[in-house]
């Protein structure tokens, strides 16, 4: 069996990121012990997990001969400002497509936090009427820009695909190892999941150190039925390039939809209350659209008793803090 060809990387986080003890928040909320994975101090233009992501898909990019990376997102999007970022320190232009799933929200989030540093690090920006189908668009424009003689890279949604997720399957790896040196077993690791990268990243990087951590992906939009099978595509694609033998049990895939709320980027009373409890007894800022809602599931796990006293439970900080400044 021929050996896999190597997978190209960059480095552009600040990595390993931090691992902390929320001492207070567990004694608010009276459960486990809860910890964060600091995936917020990444680094990349404020950070947050698309650094991870980008580690491989930039490196791809590059391997690629690609003179320009073409994405797409909401008008908040994290992952549209930290590739917008990552180009300009690799020098490549960047193009972002924005959804303006809003158009009757203020000037705030139309114009402010992650849509601000969109145009800060240099990002070429069209927006889009609400309801376009943004495969299609970013598909058309890659057309056009390769009919022009450039050589654009499309990276998908989130930064979701099997080179993506690989990001995430070596910080399943680096937070086991800070949980063993700490001296802690990992009941669960609990994370915001919306285009399924990061939870299949964490899947495959459980699967293949033989980790049995269950990993409960909090939706931050899609339904349970939308979401997991692509999860499970994209976990088992990263274990086939890696080249090892392991499989991800679909039981593993495991993604609670019940605090999205109306929609995806809209607020909740229980994201609400998650970003003043973290803020009020931690001095730790989450974000209205992802960390914000996956907080919101776990403290309501926690209310629930899905823990005991005795657990660690860790929470994958995604990151996002501009956003904040545009939900005012």
């Known amino acids: 069996m021929s050996r896999p060809a190597p997978i190209p990387h960059v480095g552009l986080a600040h990595l390993p990121t931090p691992l902390e003890p929320l001492p207070n928040l567990s004694k608010a909320l009276g459960g486990p012990r809860i910890w ?8 990349l233009a404020m950070g947050g997990n698309k650094a991870r992501k980008l580690e491989y898909l930039m ?10 990376v073409v994405t797409t997102g909401a008008m908040q999007s994290n992952h549209c400002r930290q590739t917008a970022a990552a180009a300009a320190r690799m020098g490549i232009a960047c193009e972002l497509l924005i959804e303006d799933r809003f158009a009757d929200w203020p000037d705030a989030y139309r114009k402010g936090g992650n849509r601000y540093l969109d145009d800060v690090v240099g990002a070429s920006v069209t927006e889009f009427e609400s309801g376009t189908d943004m495969v299609a668009a970013l598909d058309r424009r890659a057309d056009e820009l390769r009919a022009a003689g450039r050589a654009p890279y499309v990276i998908p949604l989130g930064g979701s695909s099997v080179v993506g997720a690989m990001g995430y399957r070596t910080a399943a790896v680096e937070t086991l190892r800070q949980a063993d040196e700490m001296g802690f077993e990992i009941s669960e690791i609990v994370h915001a999941t919306a285009s399924g990268g990061t939870q299949a990243g964490l899947l495959a990087g459980l699967a293949i150190r033989r980790s049995d951590v269950p990993v409960l992906g909090i939706s931050a939009g899609g339904s349970s039925d939308y979401l997991t099978p692509i999860v499970q595509k994209l976990a088992d694609g990263v274990i086939q390039r890696v080249g090892i033998d392991r499989t991800i049990d679909p039981i593993s895939v495991v993604i609670n939809d019940s605090y999205v709320g109306d929609a995806y980027g809209i607020p909740t009373d229980g994201m609400r209350e998650a970003i003043d409890l973290c803020g009020r007894t931690e001095g730790l800022l989450l974000d209205p659209v992802y960390s914000g809602k996956a907080m919101a599931g776990l403290i309501d796990h926690v209310r629930r008793g899905r823990y005991d006293d005795a657990n660690h439970v860790v929470f994958i900080h995604t990151g996002g803090t501009p956003a904040l400044f545009a939900y005012v």
Request: glycine letters at 12%; aromatic letters at 0%; proline letters at 0%.
């Open 36 to 43: 964060v994975k600091r995936d917020d101090a990444t680094g």
């Open 59 to 68: 490196a791809d990019a590059r391997e690629q001969g690609a003179d320009i």
